[in-house]
């Protein structure tokens, strides 16, 4: 079955480094990938979209990299703040389907 | 523009009883979709409507039933409540009809089932 893996386990890191998260799957071939950001009590919000022709997508702090040989993306938020503390979700989607497959995500602590 | 906005916030049960929790999406979004997400489980796909037809379905036991509105509001209803049902139920609604669309989440509802 189709399976979204993310580290499960909280990503603690210093204040102005870079923090990279991990999504990797199996059994799926995504059209596009997305992340997402949830704070407490929160619903998730949209951060990046990449598709599967592309390898690399940037938005100011943030880079998405997608290796579809690997089944793996990986997220980077360079030059990390405390206010970047959140856990963060992986969405994968199917082409000509309209379901998103989430991963479980990852919390991000970003330490001053 | 307004955001998606789920009614309850908040919501205690029973075991054995049933609930409906409602969606209203942004203004002219008409794709609805709806999700559980448990601390051990992650976010996971419960269905979703486009123009008041079930596109998509998760594997979720028949308890679970939604439906979708002309305006586009959506609810979900869950009968026969369970323990495990205890969960934030959350709703998202996306402009198009792309798979490349957005999903704006609404702050969910936090379901309790005693």
């Known amino acids: 079955s189709q399976k979204i893996e993310q580290n499960s386990e909280a990503l603690n890191i210093q204040e102005g480094k870079t923090a990279t998260l991990t999504c990797n799957y199996t059994?799926?071939?995504?059209?596009?990938l997305q992340w997402y950001r949830q704070d407490p009590g929160r619903g998730p919000v949209f951060l990046l979209l990449?598709?599967?022709?592309?390898k690399e997508k940037r938005k100011e702090r943030l880079k998405v990299t997608f290796d579809t040989t690997l089944k793996q993306s990986l997220f980077h938020i360079t030059a990390s703040q405390p206010a970047d503390s959140a856990t963060y979700l992986c969405?994968?989607?199917?082409?000509?389907?309209?379901?998103?497959?989430f991963g479980t995500g990852t919390r991000l602590k970003v330490l001053a | 523009k307004a955001g998606v906005t789920q009614t309850p916030r908040y919501l205690i049960k029973t075991r054995g009883q049933q609930v409906t929790l409602s969606c209203s999406p942004i203004?002219?979004?008409?794709?609805v979709s709806w999700y559980q997400q448990t601390p051990g489980q992650g976010l996971q796909f419960l269905f979703e409507?486009?123009?008041?037809?079930?596109?998509n379905k998760g594997n979720f036991p028949g308890r679970f039933s939604g439906r979708q509105f002309s305006n586009s509001r959506s609810e979900m209803n869950v009968s026969t409540l369970e323990l495990g049902d205890s969960a934030l139920y959350l709703c998202?609604?996306?402009?198009?009809?792309?798979?490349?669309?957005?999903?704006?989440f609404g702050a969910g509802t936090r379901l309790s089932v005693l």
């Open positions: 998202a609604s996306s402009p198009l009809t792309s798979g490349m669309d957005i999903q704006y």
């Open positions: 059994n799926y071939s995504p059209a596009y």
């Open positions: 990449i598709r599967e022709n592309e």
């Open positions: 969405a994968l989607v199917g082409s000509g389907t309209y379901k998103y497959i």
């Open positions: 203004s002219g979004h008409r794709s």
């Open positions: 409507y486009f123009s008041e037809t079930q596109r």
